[in-house]
């Protein structure tokens, strides 16, 4: 099948962000990717028309990565195309291309040809909290300050279905395998009472993480986090909703003044309510 191509000029991919453009079907969109030195990769298209999507070499010779189908329905009767590509690539030019084939067809709705095509993850706020509102494929990814957080989840509008915060591991130099390992997780019932969920990420004080949040599209989601001492473990305390969070020193019942770390009674701008109770202090 021909496919009409919509990049003239293919678009330059840039790490950490994300192009939007329509992709009609019959239709293909190529985007150019520059990599100066061997190194971990990882690229996530989605939308509802983008069937198939391929990565070549100098823009002329098909490269043998595999690219994973994660394809979702964020809404009843609108499933949506998720592709991940998460290798390492050699020195040189890569011209990325979506096709517009095989669309998922929609039964509720009107469908949406939005093609989203992202490079790695935009780096978190220094305000520990980020505000979004989930687009048509009903995703949205950040990458956390380095080391152990805790982190909460709220749903800031109603939804007909669950919202849901997944934390995946990322190496020293960025690879990725966010398609089949999840190193914490929670999920917001759509009918829940206090539309709120926490979870937890250890590793040491340099371990890189991603948090992705998926829901209903248009849902509003509020992601607040705070960082965890790196040397300390967990003793006797429970961590979630309601609960508190008890940070205690190794092989003592309650850390020293000296070693034992109190947070702000407010927590970040716009925290939860429930931030005083789990970030009051160190029992």
């Known amino acids: 099948m021909a496919y009409t191509e919509d990049n003239a000029q293919p678009v330059l991919l840039v790490p950490e962000r994300e192009v939007r453009q329509v992709l009609a079907p019959r239709h293909q969109a190529s985007f150019w990717l520059k990599i100066d030195k061997r190194q971990p990769v990882t690229l996530r298209v989605s939308g509802r028309t983008a069937g198939d999507v391929r990565l070549w ?6 490269e043998p990565v595999q690219v994973k189908d994660a394809s979702t329905q964020p809404r009843a009767g609108q499933p949506q195309y998720e592709w991940w590509l998460e290798t390492t690539l050699d020195p040189g030019s890569y011209l990325l291309t979506a096709y517009g084939t095989a669309p998922k067809r929609w039964t509720e709705g009107q469908e949406d040809n939005t093609l989203s095509v992202a490079y790695a993850f935009p780096k978190a706020p220094a305000e520990r909290s980020l505000s979004v509102t989930l687009p048509s494929w009903g995703m949205s990814a950040v990458e956390l ?24 591991g990322l190496s020293a130099e960025g690879a990725t395998n966010v398609t089949s390992s999840t190193e914490a997780s929670c999920q917001i019932q759509s009918k829940a009472l206090a539309p709120q969920c926490s979870a937890m990420v250890g590793g040491a004080s340099t371990s ?7 829901g209903e599209p248009g849902t509003r989601l509020m992601l607040q986090w705070a960082p965890l001492p790196a040397n300390d473990r967990f003793l006797d305390g429970t961590y979630g909703q309601g609960g508190l969070l008890r940070l205690l020193r190794r092989g003592s019942a309650h850390a020293p003044p000296s070693t034992r770390t109190l947070r702000p009674s407010e927590g970040p701008p716009g925290a939860s309510p429930l931030w005083p109770t789990l970030y009051g202090g160190v029992l």
Request: charged share 15%; aromatic share 6%; glycine share 6%.
């Open 57 to 62: 070499r100098n823009g002329a010779w098909l």
């Open 145 to 168: 300050p380095p080391g152990p957080s805790a982190l909460f989840l709220s749903r800031e509008s109603s939804t007909q279905s669950s919202s849901r915060l997944s934390i995946h």
């Open 208 to 214: 890189r993480h991603v948090a992705i949040l998926r």
